[in-house]
């Protein structure tokens, strides 16, 4: 078995581009496993968690006016 000459491993992976391609694809398998074991994490933390019908996940103006609400209920108390 030869040795392994670190110097030709740096040189592949940082200074070809199939060795940058290969940096890119093990980044996005390792970030897609990590996605993944995270996702069911979550999904087993929040099982019994329900979504309002009328309530918009994406809606970030509610929260806002809700704030606002608060705001105007304290200074007329």
């Known amino acids: ?3 392994i000459d670190l110097g030709q491993i740096y040189h592949f992976l940082f200074e ?3 060795g940058i391609g ?3 694809g093990v980044g ?3 970030s897609i496993i990590c996605c993944f074991i ?3 994490k979550t999904r087993k933390l929040f099982r019994n968690h329900t979504v309002e ?3 918009d996940e ?3 103006l509610d929260d806002i006016e809700e704030g606002i609400e608060e705001e105007e209920a304290k ?3």
Request: aromatic fraction near 8%; avoid cysteine.
């Open 53 to 55: 019908p009328e309530e």
């Open 22 to 24: 290969v940096l890119v």
């Open 38 to 40: 995270f996702e069911r």
């Open 1 to 3: 078995m030869e040795n």
């Open 16 to 18: 070809t581009i199939p």
């Open 28 to 30: 996005l398998v390792i």
């Open 75 to 77: 200074e007329r108390s």
């Open 58 to 60: 994406w809606s970030l």
